[in-house]
């Protein structure tokens, strides 16, 4: 069974970190283009940063420099490493797998459950 499973969201202060965690099951991740996005309430799943099977990475300008994205292929799982969190990070953050290469999010086959990440004082 094919299957996608984040974890790591949580409470955090403004300026604070997480770690967020996408580990897959079924596949080998590294043959995937893995992106990871975000959906606030009453907003639109916007993409947040991916990771091409080749390496490369992309990042939304409104996390670039912030936000790191890697992938241990030993534990088949890839990571969101989020620093000097804002308000306006606060969202449902999901991963998602397609073939090769980064896309739109309506073009990923394979969707994790997400993990809530809110940023509060």
Known sequence: QLQLVESGGGLVQPGGSLRLSCAASGFTLDLYAIGWFRQAPGKEREGVSCIRSSGSTDYAASVKGRFTISR???????????????????????????????????????WGQGTQVTVSS
């Open 72 to 110: 241990d292929n030993a534990k088949n799982t890839v990571y969101l490493q989020m620093n000097s969190l804002k308000p306006e990070d606060t969202a449902v953050y999901y991963c998602a797998a397609r073939p090769t290469q980064c896309g739109n999010y309506l073009t990923y086959d394979l």
